[in-house]
């Protein structure tokens, strides 16, 4: 079984600054791995993702995430927040190997990101 | 657009009663999804389906009941509402190549009193 555990329920920046949101992932196979946003009273977004190329991914909005095995995460980073970021960002895991619809992904609890002037 | 429309958006319920949320996307995607949001607790899988007229259970499939008589459309029911299955309710589907890559739509809250 798989699973992601996003670390930081809230995190506050000032406009400007850098963004980091934590996820670590568990995964008895290869993971797939996801960052998903979601705006208030919207459905989420695919941001970016992991399929077991290049390392570092790049996505939309200024977005990426680097793919650590070591250290089991997939952090999300921006260089330079912009009030427009603030929503609640999810981290999400699926299996490798496995391209049916029974290859289901399980999200993590979530980040709500709130960005201050 | 295309995309996936899921209705109605907002509903409350009493307990003891039955409704039905509609799921409908017009991308010909074989697999689709119903999950539940809620808060401190991310997404949780209710059930799926990988084809039409095949349905399987998720993570949470307890007091709700799907079906996929059509590729375009997946229904979630629930016979009986309780005031545990006050959520927000999304629905997602996925073509069979690629990887990820989810659709979601925008959402249906439900209230249960």
């Known amino acids: 079984a798989q699973s992601v555990t996003q670390l930081g329920s809230h995190v506050s920046v000032s406009e400007g600054a850098l963004v980091l949101l934590r996820c670590n992932y568990s995964?008895?196979?290869?993971?797939?791995l996801f960052w998903y946003v979601q705006y208030p009273n919207q459905g989420l977004q695919l941001l970016l993702k992991y399929t077991s190329a290049a390392t570092l991914v790049k996505g939309i909005n200024g977005f990426e995430a680097e793919f650590k095995k070591s250290e089991t995460s997939f952090h999300l980073t921006k260089p330079s927040a912009h009030m427009s970021d603030a929503a609640e960002y999810f981290c999400a895991v699926s299996r490798t190997g496995l391209t049916g619809g029974g290859n289901k992904l399980t999200f993590g609890t979530g980040t709500q990101l709130k960005v201050e002037l | 657009n295309a995309g996936v429309t899921q209705t109605p958006k907002f509903r409350v319920l009493k307990t003891g009663q039955s409704m039905t949320l509609l799921c409908a996307q017009d991308m010909n995607h074989e697999y689709m999804y119903w999950y539940r949001q809620d808060p401190g607790m991310g997404l949780r899988l209710i059930h799926y389906?990988?084809?039409?007229?095949?349905?399987a259970k998720g993570e949470v499939p307890d007091g709700y009941n799907v079906s996929r008589l059509k590729k375009q459309n997946f229904l979630l029911g629930l016979e009986s509402a309780a005031p545990s299955q006050t959520s927000v309710y999304f629905c997602a589907s996925r073509a069979p190549t690629g990887v990820g890559g989810y659709t979601f739509g925008s959402g249906t809250r439900l209230t249960v009193v």
């Open positions: 995964s008895s196979v290869p993971p797939y």
């Open positions: 389906s990988v084809g039409e007229g095949t349905t």
